[in-house]
């Protein structure tokens, strides 16, 4: 049985980019169609950003609760519950989950579950469990998002071999584990699972720094912060080959920075080394969509195909970082354009967020891409151990880091390893979205002691003429 629709929109993509259009293209008074063929809120929700940071959160509270004394209290560390920690994720995905479903609903968003398949550029069939659709529509927004991505290494697909999804379903605190790549994904279940201090953690990246998306300062203190609490990193080493031991491990063996092969024996493995844009089924093709890895569009969110936009990790041609967030704008910005309004994205000030122990966040240009900008740059750099509030809070190391354009002196990036550097990156990204210059920021009155203080005093050292340093 198969049911036909007519509707001003569909979106096929249910994550942080399609329901947000979804909703915004109601407000401009839109008839819309969501398809989903997984869960509501895509992988951000159900298997990335949220759950993720359930168990950031924990292992947080667990270290700290085994530091209690540093502040003078008494208190007795009985070990970590994993299974509770597990049901405390799912309840937290489900009650969110809830919550989107329920502005679909109050938006009269239909949401279809099922694949999205286009037939040509106005009409998309639907497969599902219960029935088919046949849809004709005037407008179609892509946001499938993406999935994990694979290098062809022997043994990548074995048992035990786990990407982020498997690793956030996994039962049991693993006794040790090698994390195959250095960025963020790998970086926080490293950090995640060292702070539960059971679990013993290996990292292993082929580029020379850790976070290499980042600017080169964060990368090389987050190194030296995961030696002091105990993981391995080995940096500018590939791997070869993933196999399993008599003993029922995993062995990783990959050539080090010296060009010597190493092995390295654990329970698990998780493979974090990026994502590639989601495009299974859609037969893009009978749509005549343009597309490579992803789907080429411009900065409306147009594709080459009139009345057909696409938004979020399935994108290619604009500078998208796959963030869940910029997903959800470059949705609004697309439907904006689809009917009526003429909207750009702005990828200036993308703020990055990332919940490894210690934190690391940012926004603008590294001091690399703003020399090869700017040329002259001036570079202001303030340590944590010069902050009341970190010091207070028992977390003094990092640093902040802003590069400022000699000639005009606005901000042009700001870069944070340190205590709570994931909320002090707004005050930073609200800067360098607006261009302020030095002394609009030092002109702002700072709460004292406050972390915060940290970036008006990251400019005074740019500008030479620091007061706390």
Do not use: W
């Not at 994205?345 to 490894?356: D, R």
């Amino acid at each position: 049985m198969e049911e036909e629709i007519a509707t001003d929109i569909t979106i096929i993509g249910g994550g942080p980019a399609g329901y947000v259009a979804a909703i915004r293209a109601a407000q401009l008074g839109a008839n819309v169609v969501l398809i989903e063929k997984g869960q509501i809120g895509g992988t951000c929700l159900n298997r990335g950003c949220i759950p993720t940071k359930v168990f950031v959160e924990s292992a947080k509270h667990c270290k700290s609760l085994r530091e209690m004394a540093r502040f003078g209290l008494k208190s007795e560390y009985l070990g970590v519950d994993f299974p509770s920690i597990i049901k405390r994720k799912i309840m937290i995905v489900k009650r969110l989950v809830r919550g989107v479903n329920f502005l679909l609903k109050k938006n009269n968003i239909r949401v279809l579950i099922g694949e999205g398949s286009f037939i040509d550029a106005h009409t998309i069939s639907v497969s599902s469990l219960e029935k088919n659709y046949r849809i004709t529509t005037k407008k179609t927004l892509i946001a499938t998002g993406s999935k994990p991505f694979f290098v062809p290494i022997p043994g990548i697909d074995g048992a035990k071999v786990l990407t982020s999804k498997e690793m956030l379903e996994i039962g049991n605190l693993p006794q040790s584990l090698i994390v195959i790549g250095g960025g963020v994904v790998g970086g926080e279940f490293a950090c995640v699972f060292r702070c539960f201090e059971e679990t013993e953690v290996t990292v292993v990246e082929m580029l020379p720094r850790l976070l290499p998306m980042e600017d080169a300062d964060l990368g090389e203190e987050l190194k030296a912060s995961f030696k002091r609490i105990g993981i391995g990193v080995h940096t500018s080493s590939r791997v070869t080959r993933i196999s399993d031991t008599p003993g029922g491990k995993k062995r990783v063996t990959f050539t080090d920075a010296e060009g010597k092969e190493v092995n390295i024996d654990a329970e698990f493995v998780l493979v974090s080394i990026g994502r590639t844009p989601c495009l299974d089924g859609l037969n893009l093709r009978a749509a005549g969509i343009k597309y490579e890895r992803g789907i080429f569009v411009n900065r409306k969110m147009e594709t080459n195909v009139p009345d057909i936009y696409a938004a979020g990790d399935v994108v290619q041609g604009v500078p998208s970082p796959m963030l869940a967030y910029t997903a959800s704008h470059e949705g609004e910005v697309a439907v904006e354009n689809a009917f009526g309004h003429d909207v750009e994205m702005n990828y200036h000030a993308i703020p990055s967020t990332i919940f490894t122990n210690p934190e690391v966040s940012s926004v603008g240009l590294s001091e690399e891409k703003a020399r090869e900008k700017y040329g002259e740059i001036l570079v202001g750099k303030f340590p944590f151990q010069g902050n009341g509030r970190a010091i207070i809070a028992g977390h003094n190391r990092g640093f902040v880091k802003v590069i400022l354009d000699t000639k005009t002196t606005e901000l042009v990036g700001v870069h944070i390893i340190g205590p709570f550097a994931t909320e002090i990156i707004s005050e930073g990204a609200l800067a360098v979205a607006k261009r302020m210059k030095a002394e609009d920021i030092i002109k702002v009155e700072h709460a004292h002691p406050v972390v915060y203080e940290a970036i008006k005093e990251a400019v005074l050292l740019a500008l030479g003429r620091p007061i706390h340093a």
